[in-house]
Every structure is written in structure tokens, then in C-alpha cells.
């Protein structure tokens, strides 16, 4: 397992040296229409965290398809994040991928120092002209979906949700999953817990726990670990940004997606063409784009609620329902 | 009022008190270890960290649990050995050294993990210990599911803390352990060589902590996240003092700290919306605080805590 990883890796870095040298003898040649772009991407949690494993795959896609070479910094510290922006920039990378919510003032300054460099980072903010572009997960979309879903099959009418940090990324998508929930139930009532860490499932854990004492008998599960606690006392769950089914069989009744290639793909198009500008890529996070999507165990769910579901989705990819965003932090109750 | 009552008679409650309180109780216990031979050991966190991935690599590569359990103390004990080496003989600064060997257990436990699993997409999981039946005593009403519903490694560390205090107070072992912590040059008048007392408590202590982070990934969880440790060996560091450096207080400490996180997660639903949720956050450290500040005027060091010894010397 881990020397095939191993040697995986390193036939990787063989294979994009090849290309170097390639575009080193072939300078001219590579410059065709097929021309590989740069890209180089920075992130501040191990590409492990949900999030940030959805902008590594569309990425590592990316790369596999030949479009790109692609290479990565994970776990940077906020006070390191301008220093390995500037070296990407120096070194010639064409798009520079990441997240700036830490440090929105110092990044769009060194964007502005590197105008003939691409940006695009995930942020709270719009973007900055003349190069940085901005994204983020806008799967309200869906997780309206997930919480008609446990509205329609909650029994306890008391959902459980835990949280990592308050912030607008989380709390937009959970105001859309309670919206969607009271949309079916009137009479749902919800716990919110945030555990203020990104990387403590022992600790998501316990606030699950908890829930599941008090009568919660569906869990949203933001982070790692409400899902084993769940299926360790047979309640059902609600996924958020990664699809853990296949983890939780018979736990997970359906989750909330988020899809980076459309992002991406319109961002490496325009790169490649030269027509990159500072824009916000937001939108191509919605479900029109294929940004998003909507997963429901078709085992776990009746079929009912699962054609009510639908319906919703079809009214919403036709758009004739808009999702609210809410970036507030969400109360119990 | 008596919403807060039904938590504490709710066997469920303790229960979660008890889990929560596992990783602080091997933390404060190897912590206490290598402080009462005059060692602060500032390496704790990153202690944490190794073991709690050293462990769970050890199960993922095929080991069994036990053994990844020993594997986990192991790397506690190599780091204690390096801190031991610095901090003893070397007489180096013991905030400085054991910082640094924070830093290193932290950073090498990652880049083993990346190392050993490069593209992995979530980190794999283990089968973790699961709570272990007693005969008898899981049956008791009430008593069963709040304390004896609990997995093997919450028992081993009740077990050595039996065991810890016995060694402590009751062997000569202990006598010249907890008189290198306070007054080295009567150890060596015994014939004794401090160092070499120093260095075994500081290695003991550093396996015992490792365990507390093989708890989180072999027992709480079942895989290893970068930052998991959170913080929770800074709290033993706290717990030690709260304690007054005795066993049976650095035991009740820990299960106080459990209790309080249990209590506040709970607590939140009864209040629902009404109290911002950072408050609840806070509020097992800030009940911490005000039991350090009762007891801690009352708190006796070890005389010779984060004194080197250099034989000879007046």
C-alpha cells in the first residue's frame, strides 16, 4: 500500500520533470494550442480537510487530463501564506490557487505585485483587479435539498448540527440546510454546537454525542467524527462538501457536494487563452454549472421524499427557486 | 435548575466525562512523572502528536492494537530520551528544549505521515478499541453504562495511576525520584547518580504521555488528522500544577476537566440560542483557571523543578 504510493509519487515527479525538460528543448513547440499551464497552489490545512480535498482533486483532474502540471503547499501558516505566494509568482507559475480568508489584505498585495500571474482564491471577499479572481463554496444549493431530506424523515423533529468555526462558509450552508428543513417541517427544532477546530473529530465527536442524548436523531455532520458517532448509536446522517457514504454504509441518507471543476476549468480556459481576469468564480459553484450536486441514499430515503427532493432540484437547476444566503452564525432553536 | 441535574444523574454524561478525560489523565500522569524528578516537560504536545501517530501507523501498517500501543510509548519514550539528554546532563533550558522537542515530535509526525501516505484523499481508518464488557460490574445499574462502559486504554490509565502512586510513595524508586525533584545532592549523597534517576523519569513520563494521543486515534477516533491534539497536552501542563504535583489530585483534576467539557456541551441545548456558543467554549478553561487559583496558592513545588544538576556544584 504504501510503497505503491511511494513509487506512485515518484512517477509523478518523474513524469512532470520529463515535461520540463521537454518545454526546455521545445520551448517554441509547447507554445502550440495544447500549451500545459502552471498552476500552483497553496493551502492552509492538509489537503485532507474536506474543503480544501475538493480544489485537490479538481486539480490532480486537471493534471491527469494533461491540461496542467500541478503542484501544491499544504498546511501554510497565515503569516507564511504572502512569502510561498510570491515564490510560486517568481518561479513562473502561470495560476496560483488557494485560500485567503486568514490574509484577504496581504494576498491581493502581492497579487497586484505579480499582475502577469493568475489568481484564484477562496474568500470571503470579491475580487481585486487587474489578477485575482475569486471563489467559494456556494453549495447552498444542495444542502436546501439535504435538509428537506431530514425534515421529511426526522421522527424526533430535532436535528443535530456541529460545526467547526462559525464563519460565513459554514454558516451559509447550514442556514440553507435548516431553511430546506422547515420548508417540509414546521415543527423541526435544531441543536447547534461549533467545536472551534477544524481537526478534532474525538471532539465532534462528543458534541454528537451529546446531540444524539438529548434526542437528535439526524446529525448534519460539518466535521469528521459526527458521522462515526452516529453510526455507532444508529442515527442517520446528513453529508456536507464530501460524499463519506461508502465510509458510513446505511448511516449517510445524503449529502451536500461540492464540485471544483467548473471552477477550475473556466480558470485554466481563461488562463490558457489570456483572458484571465479578476472576476468572481463564485457562480460556478451552483448546480446550474455542475458545481455543486446533490447525493441521497435512494436505500434509506423514501421514495416519496426522494421525488419531492427532485422536484426541488429540477425547479432550482431551471431557476425558478433561489436558495437564500445567509452568512450569519446559525442559533439553536 | 433541574435541567442541570438531569445531566449530572445521567449515566451518559458520566460516561462522556470519563472519555473526554482519558488523554488528560496519561498527560497530567507522564507529566507529573518527569516534573517530580525536577524535569518540566515542554515537549508534551508534540508528545501527543507522535504517539498519536505512531500508534495508529503501527495498526494501519498491520500491527495489532496492543502492539501499536507499545509503539506508541516507544516514540514517547525517544522523545523523552532527547529532551532527557538536553535538559540533564546538558543542563539546557527546559522551556527552550522541551518547545523544540514540541516542534520536532509535531513536524516529524507529519512528515511521516505524508511520507507513508502521499496521495491518500482522507486519512484510513483503523479498527479502534471498542468498550470492553466486565463481568459483573457493567451490569450495575446506573454504575455500569457511566463507568464501566469504557475502552481498555481509560482503564489502563486509571491502572497506572495505582501504580504510579504506589511506585511514587511507597518504593525507593520513588523516594529517590521525587528527592531528585526536590533536593538532588541528598540523592546524591545516597550513592545515587541524579542523572540517571532524571533520565529514567523523563523517558517513563514521555511514554506515558504518548499514550494520551494514542487514546485519541486508537480509541476516541480511529485515524490521525493533523492538529488533532488540540491543545490538550497544555492542559495537562496546567492539570500538574492544579494538582500540586500528587497523583490522586492530578486523577480528579483530569476527570474535573472531562466532567466540565461534557457539562458544557450538554448545557448548550438547555440554553438554546440564548448564551453565544464561544461562552460555552470557554468555559472549561475559565472553570479550570478558577480551580487553579484556589489551590494553586496552596501549590508545592518540586524545589528543584527546572534546576539542572551539575555534580559538585553549591
Redesign the interface.
Same mark, same amino acid.
Given at each position: 500500500m504504501?510503497s505503491k504510493?511511494?513509487l506512485?509519487?515518484r512517477a509523478v515527479l518523474q513524469g512532470t520533470a520529463a515535461i520540463g525538460a521537454l518545454s526546455i528543448f521545445g520551448g517554441a513547440f509547447a507554445q502550440g494550442a495544447g500549451r500545459q499551464i502552471k498552476v500552483a497552489a497553496i493551502y492552509t490545512? +492538509?489537503?485532507?480537510q474536506q474543503w480544501v480535498?475538493r480544489i485537490?482533486?479538481a486539480l490532480n483532474g486537471a493534471r491527469d487530463r494533461g491540461e496542467v502540471s500541478y503542484k501544491f503547499s499544504e498546511?501554510v501558516a497565515n503569516n507564511d501564506y504572502e512569502r510561498v505566494m510570491r515564490q510560486y509568482a517568481e518561479e513562473g507559475s502561470d495560476l496560483v490557487v488557494g485560500e485567503i480568508f486568514g490574509v484577504e489584505r496581504q494576498a491581493r498585495r502581492v497579487a497586484a505585485a505579480y499582475p502577469k500571474v493568475a489568481f484564484l482564491m477562496g474568500s470571503s471577499f470579491g475580487p481585486s483587479k487587474p489578477n485575482l479572481a475569486v471563489f467559494d463554496n456556494f453549495i447552498q444549493e444542495p444542502s436546501y435539498l439535504t435538509g428537506m431530506v431530514a425534515g421529511k424523515t426526522t421522527k424526533s423533529n430535532l436535528i443535530g448540527m456541529v460545526g467547526g468555526y *462559525?464563519i460565513p462558509e459554514v454558516n451559509r450552508l447550514m442556514h440553507a440546510f435548516m431553511d430546506g428543513a422547515r420548508s417540509v417541517n414546521p415543527n423541526v427544532k435544531f441543536?447547534? #454546537? !461549533? =467545536?472551534?477546530?477544524?481537526?478534532? +473529530? +474525538?471532539?465532534a %465527536?462528543? *458534541?454528537a !454525542?451529546?446531540?444524539i /442524548? %438529548?434526542g437528535a436523531d439526524i446529525l448534519y455532520a460539518e466535521r !469528521? @467524527?459526527v458521522s /462515526?458517532a452516529a453510526k455507532e448509536k444508529g442515527v442517520k446522517v446528513i453529508g456536507n462538501v =464530501?460524499d #463519506?457514504s461508502s465510509?458510513y454504509p446505511g448511516t449517510v441518507l445524503a449529502s451536500a457536494l461540492w464540485h471544483m471543476e467548473p471552477t477550475i476549468e473556466r480558470a485554466v480556459t481563461a488562463v490558457k487563452e489570456g483572458r484571465f481576469e479578476a472576476a468572481d468564480y463564485g457562480q460556478f459553484s451552483h448546480m446550474q454549472y455542475g458545481g455543486a450536486s446533490l447525493a441521497v441514499d435512494e436505500k434509506l430515503v423514501p421514495a416519496d421524499v426522494v421525488r419531492l427532493v427532485r422536484e426541488k432540484e429540477k425547479e432550482i437547476t431551471d431557476g425558478l427557486f433561489r436558495v437564500n444566503v445567509n452568512d450569519a452564525?446559525p442559533? *439553536? @432553536? | 435548575m433541574s435541567a442541570i441535574l438531569d445531566i449530572l444523574a445521567s449515566a451518559s454524561f458520566w460516561a462522556a466525562a470519563l472519555r473526554i478525560a482519558t488523554p488528560l489523565m496519561f498527560g497530567v500522569l507522564g507529566a507529573l512523572i518527569c516534573e517530580r524528578s525536577g524535569v518540566l516537560n515542554l515537549g508534551i504536545e508534540g508528545i501527543f502528536t507522535a504517539g498519536a501517530m505512531a500508534g495508529w501507523l503501527a495498526v494501519h501498517l498491520g500491527a495489532d492494537l496492543w502492539t501499536g500501543v507499545l509503539a506508541a510509548a516507544l516514540t514517547g519514550a525517544v522523545f523523552g530520551l532527547l529532551l532527557a539528554l538536553l535538559t540533564v546532563p546538558l543542563g539546557l533550558s527546559q522551556h527552550v528544549a522541551g518547545i523544540g522537542v514540541t516542534l520536532l515530535a509535531t513536524s516529524l509526525a507529519y512528515f511521516t505521515y505524508r511520507v507513508v501516505l502521499p496521495t491518500a484523499s482522507t486519512p484510513p481508518r483503523i479498527e479502534p478499541f471498542g468498550p470492553v464488557r466486565l463481568p459483573v460490574l457493567s451490569d450495575l445499574p446506573f454504575l455500569g453504562p457511566a463507568l464501566f462502559s469504557q475502552t481498555p486504554l481509560t482503564f489502563l490509565a486509571l491502572t497506572l495511576f495505582g501504580l504510579v502512586a504506589f511506585v511514587l510513595y511507597r518504593t525507593p524508586l520513588g523516594l529517590a525520584i521525587r528527592a531528585a525533584g526536590e533536593n538532588p545532592a541528598a540523592v546524591e549523597a545516597q550513592g545515587l547518580d541524579v542523572h540517571l534517576v532524571r533520565i529514567g523519569a523523563v523517558v517513563t513520563g514521555s511514554a506515558v504521555m504518548a499514550l494520551g494521543g494514542a487514546f485519541l486515534t486508537m480509541s476516541a477516533f480511529n485515524a490521525f488528522f493533523f492538529e488533532m491534539t488540540g491543545g490538550r497536552g497544555w492542559i495537562c501542563i496546567a492539570l500538574t500544577v492544579f494538582a500540586s504535583w500528587r497523583p490522586g489530585k492530578a486523577l480528579l483534576g483530569a476527570i474535573l476537566f472531562g466532567a466540565f467539557d461534557a457539562f458544557q456541551l450538554r448545557l448548550q441545548h438547555e440554553v438554546a440560542g440564548a448564551v453565544p456558543s464561544q461562552v460555552f467554549l470557554m468555559l472549561p478553561y475559565l472553570l479550570s483557571i478558577a480551580a487553579l487559583c484556589l489551590v494553586a496558592r496552596r501549590a508545592d513545588y518540586p524545589k528543584a523543578l527546572m534546576i539542572p544538576y551539575v555534580k559538585g556544584q553549591r
Open positions: 504504501s504510493n511511494l506512485h509519487r490545512v +492538509p489537503v485532507e480535498s485537490h482533486k498546511n *462559525a441543536l447547534v #454546537t !461549533f =467545536i472551534n477546530s477544524w481537526y478534532d +473529530p +474525538p471532539k %465527536k462528543e *458534541a !454525542f451529546a446531540m /442524548d %438529548k !469528521f @467524527g /462515526d =464530501i #463519506t465510509q452564525e442559533k *439553536a @432553536g | -
